[in-house]
């Protein structure tokens, strides 16, 4: 049985995001992000051993980090849905796109948020506040290129959306101006129609 360790806007939303595309029942165990229990020595010796989420539990076998999560799932119980063939023409792009979110996209994000909500006010940096900002709508420009004529980033919706994806909904939650991407709005537009991301977003 799958179980999953999840926070609401966390980067969980992407494990039950594939998780519904994929049709998989799985048990929810949901924190507030912050609670004070994700920072108890138990939940770091018995889940996470930094008292985050997303967990995902797979009988004896427990993975932490969402790209890790989703690569395991799609190994596991995929049935070669939702990634293409390691042969195919759109693997390559697949790969990149998986991976752009965290290595790319969600670094400057984290250092936003960090500036403007996590920070006690008086630590606070305006200034690198306004970097990362930048940052983001400088990062989220590839993104709109790869797009142009195309639904999806790598042919069919792959995990590689939810990936990166997700990372620009995120982006567009603390006020990226969209307005010179129209590529990647009208996408950020058919992911939010998807009734598996409905259904995580609202969790």
């Known amino acids: 049985m799958l179980t999953l360790y999840f926070a609401p806007r966390s980067r969980a939303v992407r494990v039950a995001w594939l998780l519904d595309e994929m049709g ?9 992000l912050g609670d004070p229990e994700m920072r108890s020595a138990e939940f770091r010796t018995q889940v996470h051993p930094m008292g985050r989420v997303p967990v995902l539990v797979d009988d ?9 999560i989703l690569e395991y799932l799609l190994t596991r119980h ?18 990149q796109w998986l991976h752009y979110a965290e290595g790319m996209i969600m670094p400057q994000v984290n250092s936003y948020m960090v500036e403007t909500f996590f920070l006690p006010p ?36 792959s995990a590689a959306d939810i990936m990166t994806g997700s990372a620009a909904i995120s982006a567009k939650g603390i006020g990226i101006d969209f307005g010179g991407m129209p590529n990647l709005a009208a996408y950020m537009d ?3 129609h998807r009734a598996a991301y409905r259904s995580a977003a609202a969790l």
């Open 24 to 32: 998989l029942d799985y048990d929810l165990v949901s924190y507030d």
């Open 78 to 95: 995929g049935d070669g849905r939702f990634r293409p063939a390691p042969d195919s023409a759109d693997y390559p792009a697949y790969l």
């Open 122 to 157: 008086e630590r606070r940096s305006e200034v690198h506040a306004a970097r990362a900002k930048k940052l983001i709508g400088q990062m989220l420009v590839p993104v709109d290129a790869a797009l142009d004529g195309q639904d999806y980033l790598a042919g069919d919706f």
């Open 190 to 192: 058919r992911l939010a």
């Open 60 to 68: 004896d076998v427990q993975v932490i980090e969402s790209g890790a």
